[in-house]
T-cell receptor
Framework: GAVVSQHPSWVICKSGTSVKIECRSLDFQATTMFWYRQFPKQSLMLMATSNEGSKATYEQGVEKDKFLINHASLTLSTLTVTSAHPEDSSFYIC?????????????FGQGTRLTVV | AQTVTQSQPEMSVQEAETVTLSCTYDTSESDYYLFWYKQPPSRQMILVIRQEAYKQQNATENRFSVNFQKAAKSFSLKISDSQLGDAAMYFCAYTGANSKLTFGKGITLSVRP
């Protein structure tokens, strides 16, 4: 199956700083990627849809100025958490659609555990 | 809007036994896909099984099978011959025309040795 790589796996940052998370499709081109947030023992909450070459589409209630998404190439989307605060601590997961497989199945990165201190 | 409901937060099964995880969904779309994902402690999302709505035949993957009742909007997962490695959180998910995945709340499955 298709491979999606997310980096870093975990990161600790200080309050007020920004942190960037990368999501790469390693063996396919992904025009669309998705970013999720997951709290412990809870479901995945879709934050935004990342579209290559255009602005991301954010879900209701997600601050677009706090969570900056850039999809500059067909294999890379980045999520930048700006001016991070402890309440931004969470597990962030990306996924990408492989168009070679009918465009219906999402492949997930390993996730990034963000801790803001 | 589409919704996915998993009403059981936890289940437990004896090793080698069979367990069924329930899921219902609501949609007005006629063409869609349903999935079961497994999330072990590593938190990597793993696709267990998928079902195309237009297919009447229930999907099977080795020990995993689904009972897809389209009219009732029900999509349950049956795990046969449960193994210790099956212990994880399981999510039912829906995708339609916009390719977005809508997840249920998930169920934590434990396997007793």
């Amino acid at each position: 199956g298709a491979v999606v790589s997310q980096h870093p796996s975990w990161v600790i940052c200080k309050s007020g700083t920004s942190v960037k998370i990368e999501c790469r499709s390693l063996d396919f081109q992904a025009t669309t990627m998705f970013w999720y947030r997951q709290f412990p023992k809870q479901s995945l909450m879709l934050m935004a849809t990342s579209n290559e070459g255009s602005k991301a589409t954010y879900e209701q209630g997600v601050e677009k100025d706090k969570f900056l998404i850039n999809h500059a190439s067909l294999t890379l989307s980045t999520l930048t958490v700006t001016s991070a605060h402890p309440e931004d601590s969470s597990f962030y997961i990306c996924s990408a659609i492989d168009p070679r497989q009918g465009g219906t199945e999402a492949f997930f990165g390993q996730g990034t555990r963000l801790t803001v201190v | 809007a589409q919704t996915v409901t998993q009403s059981q937060p936890e289940m437990s099964v004896q090793e080698a036994e069979t367990v069924t995880l329930s899921c219902t969904y609501d949609t007005s779309e006629s063409d869609y896909y349903l999935f079961w994902y497994k999330q072990p402690p590593s938190r990597q999302m793993i696709l267990v099984i998928r079902q195309e709505a237009y297919k009447q035949q229930n999907a099977t993957e080795n020990r995993f099978s689904v009972n897809f009742q389209k009219a009732a909007k029900s999509f349950s997962l049956k795990i046969s011959d449960s193994q210790l490695g099956d212990a994880a959180m399981y999510f039912c998910a829906y995708t339609g025309a916009n390719s977005k995945l809508t997840f249920g709340k998930g169920i934590t499955l434990s396997v007793r040795p």
